[in-house]
């Protein structure tokens, strides 16, 4: 009998990637090539809607000799397609690897035509039981936001490869040494160094132009502040953040270690004071950092999660 693929399967891939795209057909501009050997779509700021279809992060993926690692699978399998189809323009070397650098959803709802592609899926370890059980809830908020029918987006397969503390990995020629930063913007929060290019993927342990989220029940802010000194164990490497362009890990010391360190110390000293949530939140001056963008819709959540970081520490609750 004729087997069902008379053809190479790689070959049938590429006469799918070959065929022409209608430019009003991307979801994802195309990527930018930032070092030697990593490529990254630097997203804009806002939220996911129809009109972005999710896209406001930065995405991004490393080429080695042998293989391709992709940093971030996106906003759901549409995008994750979208990324597929940029990478064969620039290599036909096949995706061996996704990490996930976090559990929120535009990290890793596009997990899934990955693994179909034969890519490992790698996380942090504690990242892995919000991806479980939000998974599903994720992907019904997905179809909402993008206006899908109900059921168009399937929860996406969990990763097999789990990182507790580093893990590295050779895509010939350039590797990727994975570290787990604890629990910052989510818990189980992933950097990426790539020591060929001195550079660091940082995900969204790192927010440039743009002012950071403290989510409540996920995010942790003392947490966030030992992870930005895991960073500092890199000084004189480029950072390629979740939001933003990438550069030096000092121009983002104000925007990130600064403003986090303020939360805390003014929290903190509220809570000792006895100062009620709402006066706390009142006195907090966040005006260095209203120039940045979403800073209207961020900075009294924000102000709100970090007293209740304090005090819930500070009590026990």
């Avoid at 069902?4 to 070959?11: D, G, K, M």
């Avoid at 050779?170 to 910052?184: F, K, M, R």
């Avoid at 000792?272 to 966040?286: E, K, L, P, V, W």
Wanted: hydrophobic share 40%; proline share 7%.
């Amino acid at each position: 009998m004729k087997p069902a693929f008379s053809h190479p399967v790689w070959l049938l891939f590429a006469c799918l990637w070959l065929t022409p795209v209608a430019a009003e057909d991307w979801i994802l501009p195309k990527p930018t090539q930032i070092s030697e050997h990593v490529w990254a779509w630097i997203g804009p700021y806002g939220g996911p809607s129809k009109d972005n279809n999710g896209y406001r992060m930065n995405l991004a993926f490393v080429v080695g000799q042998d293989a391709v690692a992709v940093l971030d699978s996106g906003y759901g399998p549409a995008m994750a397609n979208d990324m597929l189809r940029h990478i064969r323009l620039i290599t036909e070397r096949p995706v061996r690897y996704v990490v996930n650098s976090n559990s929120q959803p535009h990290r890793f709802m596009g997990n899934g035509p990955f693994q179909a592609q034969g890519a490992t899926l790698v996380a942090g370890q504690e990242a892995l039981p919000r991806m479980q059980a939000s998974g599903d809830a994720f992907a019904r908020t997905i179809e909402t936001t993008l206006e899908l029918p109900d059921g168009s987006i399937a929860t996406p397969p969990a990763p097999e490869k789990l990182v507790e503390d580093k893990l590295t990995l050779d895509l010939g020629g350039v590797s990727l040494e994975i570290v787990a930063v604890g629990q910052a913007h989510t818990p189980g929060s992933l950097i990426v160094h790539v020591p060929q290019d001195n550079l660091v993927y940082a995900g969204d342990v790192l927010y440039r132009g743009r002012l950071l989220s403290l989510v409540s029940e996920v995010s942790d802010l003392e947490g966030w502040l030992q992870a930005w000194e895991r960073l500092e164990q890199y000084p004189d490497a480029r950072f390629l953040p979740g939001h933003g362009e990438a550069g030096p890990l000092s121009d983002f010391a104000h925007g990130n270690r600064d403003y986090l360190t303020a939360l805390l110390e003014h929290m903190q000293q509220a809570v000792d004071a006895g100062t009620d949530m709402q006066s706390a939140i009142n006195a907090f001056d966040s005006s260095s950092w209203q120039s940045l963008a979403d800073f209207e819709e961020l900075a009294g959540r924000n102000a709100h999660e970090a007293y209740r970081q304090r005090e819930a520490a500070a009590f026990g609750f």
